[in-house]
């Protein structure tokens, strides 16, 4: 199973297409996720012309609409393997310690979230830890991105940068 992951795109207005490069790349997956901070719901209308089974939770900063139509967690099983979604509030300093203690009655083999812009890939714990990053703004990264998992006997998880 191959998984496109996406955050913080805030597109809303004029300002509402994805980078032709992560378009190309989630052409194809079997699973779209996208962690939150959309911007609007044309975003996940992009991200469903690009693959079927596309999950999402809603952000921060996202408006009314995305908040109704929109989880702000989910459990995701994927094969043998659970994911665990959220977007992440607070510090960008203590995001994992936050994502952890919202999955902690789930068994989760990785969580996913967003929030703070800035790319993550780690395991603690047994856990994988994994920020795609913002594939539109900067605010606290020196680089945008995205993401890919690959999930056969384990988990394989990349950040891509744009």
Request: hydrophobic letters at 40%; glycine letters at 12%.
């Amino acid at each position: 199973m191959r998984i496109g992951v996406i955050a913080d795109t805030h597109l809303s207005g004029g300002n509402n297409s994805l980078p032709q490069k992560i378009i190309e790349d989630f052409k194809g997956v079997d699973m779209v996720i996208h962690a939150g901070d959309l911007g609007s719901l044309d975003v996940l209308d992009q991200l469903k012309s690009l693959c079927a089974d596309v999950r999402a939770v809603w952000g921060n900063m996202d408006p009314d609409e995305v908040r109704n139509a929109l989880a702000e967690k989910e459990v995701i099983q994927a094969g043998r393997y659970k994911i665990g979604l959220t977007h992440g509030r607070g510090s960008p300093n203590g995001l994992i310690e936050m994502v952890t203690e919202v999955f902690k009655t789930e068994k989760v083999d990785l969580i996913i979230f967003g929030h703070s812009h800035s790319a993550v890939n780690t395991k603690e714990g047994g856990i994988i830890y994994f920020n795609p990053g913002s594939p539109t703004d900067k605010m606290f990264a020196t680089y945008n991105s995205y993401g890919l998992i690959e999930i056969n006997d384990g988990i394989n998880a990349k950040i891509v940068k744009l």
